[in-house]
């Protein structure tokens, strides 16, 4: 879209032509202005501080229709609109690096992802399971779940209680999980139904 008489920097230059590509009407507004070089540079200088690759992914978004466009008699501010769409573009690279970052935190222990707590299907839920699979009950299916400590070390053995009266705490032992006694929620419903349907009633301490 530039004429040749000014030399402006290769990133607006591809800019401009992936404009006059996207939107030829635009394109063609400004070669027929008369003060068409002084608006150019004014647009140049406008969207200096974006890269080529910003300013490009920027117009493909307005194209698509994801970044607003200017309306006709909005076209004055074309640069304003591809700074908003190049600053999205930028704010969606620096999420994607940050999520980037995030996922290659290694984590140590892949049952709870170091959080210390693993989402079981809840007792009450295997106990109706279990009964459901023997006979001894019409009760309905319940697929609640519940929070315990992981057996890794990041699960605590023990976590801070009330204590009534005076409003302090003490420390008291908490369920840890147990692959032999506990169905992880995220096995799924039919996890659950399979270890209730060969539940064998033998547990280490009783
Ligand atoms: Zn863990």
């Known amino acids: 879209m530039p004429s040749q008489k000014r030399n402006f920097p290769g990133k607006f230059n591809d800019a401009m032509t992936k404009l006059s590509a996207c939107f030829p009407a635009v394109a063609e507004w400004v070669r027929g202005l008369d003060n068409s070089q002084a608006v150019l540079a004014q647009w140049e200088h406008e969207l200096s501080d974006f890269t080529r690759q910003e300013l490009l992914d920027a117009i493909e978004l307005i194209r698509a229709g994801h970044a607003d466009r200017p309306e006709a008699y909005e076209r ?7 700074q908003r769409a190049a600053e999205k573009v930028r704010v969606q690279a620096q999420a994607k690096a940050d999520y980037g970052r995030f996922t290659h935190y290694r984590v140590k222990c892949q049952l709870c992802r170091d959080i210390g707590s693993v989402e079981i299907w809840s007792v009450a839920t295997m106990e109706i399971a279990r009964k459901r699979f023997l006979g001894l009950t019409d009760d309905p ?12 070390e990041s699960g605590r053995g023990e976590l ?9 705490y003490v420390m008291k032992p908490v369920p840890r999980y147990r692959p032999d006694l506990y169905t992880l929620a995220s096995d799924g419903e039919d996890s659950l139904l399979t270890w209730a349907s060969s539940y064998q009633p033998k547990r280490p301490n009783g």
């Open 76 to 82: 004055d501010y074309w640069p304003l609109f591809i």
């Open 141 to 152: 299916m319940l697929f609640r779940t519940e929070f315990i400590q992981c057996l890794c």
């Open 160 to 168: 801070p209680y009330r204590s009534g009266k005076k409003g302090g």
